[in-house]
């Protein structure tokens, strides 16, 4: 089965996008102000430092603030439940200017965790990358391949321990859709997979480097320097061709597998902003994307552009919320 996190899917519902209106991403706002009246866009990292979404919102802060888009963007991490707790604090936001970094992650675990505040509670602003995911075992493993850790799973089930982020986000899911690839149904993923769910990559990283858990699975960006110091043997990578920091690392497709998964990361501001706001934040955003610093970032980190704005961003999301929906079902994480 392929999931494809970042290419447009057929609707698969309609989920209505409460204090979701698209606005118009023009240089008047509508109200007679206009970006400029942006001076201070604080950010909600929602999850422990040293993941993705907290290397996201720090590479916002540093290009929105060398850039003099704006004068300050302090960044904030509220881990845990998947980003659900973020969730919550940015619904009790009453600064309309706050962004809350988001993503794959956080459609699944929104589900996973039940959360009272749902992203359809939020103003989309926009889409901002895509990555795919490797997994990886510690250097010192006796798996060699995909194959030999996938034939452990299947013959020892629980024994075999796989970390990753929070549970129901991209790295969940995709070890879901390696076993559905394997031949197992949905009960027999829920009965075989033992998932290790953190809410900071730093988390992971330290269990696998402890050889605490039998591998891990995260973005790239993630992992990529402990498998190029050798603390970490990378199995596969999850995009439909080879990563450019990784070429010697094969797909999942490749090692046999039909599975393909990218983890797109954008930002969300609180439901309660009007037309005007949302539509300056979005210039914010805008202006940020198209600036050489954010290039930069994108080719440092090894992130592919992948920004949306507006209602291809509003359509976008909500396509994705019915997919993942249908896809935690299938593979048994959900209900």
Not at 45 to 68: F, I
Request: glycine share 12%.
């Amino acid at each position: 089965m392929r999931l494809f996190a970042f290419a447009t899917v057929a609707a698969l519902g309609v989920l209505a996008l409460t204090g979701c209106t698209a606005g118009d991403t023009g240089g008047d706002t509508g109200d007679g102000s206009d970006a400029a009246a942006v001076t201070d866009v604080p950010i909600i990292v929602p999850a422990d430092p040293g993941g993705g979404w907290d290397q996201t919102g720090r590479a916002m802060s540093s290009v929105l603030t060398s850039e003099d888009i704006v004068n300050s963007a302090p960044v904030t991490n509220i881990g845990g439940a998947g980003g659900a707790n973020g969730l919550a604090a940015l619904a009790n936001e009453t600064n309309p200017d706050t962004l809350m970094v988001m993503g794959l992650v956080m459609v699944g675990a929104v589900e996973t965790n039940a959360s009272e505040v749902r992203l359809e509670d939020t103003t989309p602003i926009a889409r901002l990358t895509d990555e795919a995911l490797v997994i990886v075992v510690p250097a010192a493993s006796e798996y060699e391949t995909l194959q030999d850790l996938v034939d452990d799973i299947l013959e020892n089930g629980q024994d075999v321990t796989i970390t990753g982020g929070s549970a129901g986000g991209a790295d969940h899911i995709l070890a879901g859709l390696l076993l559905e690839a394997a031949g197992l149904s949905s009960d027999e993923i829920a009965s075989s997979l033992n998932y290790i769910p953190n809410s900071g990559g730093g988390e992971a990283v330290s269990l696998i480097l402890g050889n605490n858990v039998s591998a891990g699975i995260s973005g790239v960006g993630e992992f990529v320097e402990h498998i190029e110091s050798g603390d970490m043997r990378a199995l596969a990578v999850s995009s439909a061709e080879r990563v450019e920091a990784l070429p010697d690392t094969p797909t999942i497709v490749e090692e046999g597998y039909d599975v393909t998964l990218t983890n797109w990361r954008g930002v969300v501001a609180s439901g309660s902003i009007d037309d005007a706001q949302r539509n300056a934040l979005e210039l914010v955003v805008t202006e940020m994307h198209d600036s050489e610093a954010w290039a930069s970032e994108l080719e440092t980190r090894g992130w592919a552009d992948a920004f949306l704005v507006g209602e291809d961003f509003d359509e976008f999301l909500t396509d994705n919320i019915a997919e993942v929906q249908t896809t935690l079902k299938n593979i048994g994480l959900v209900a």
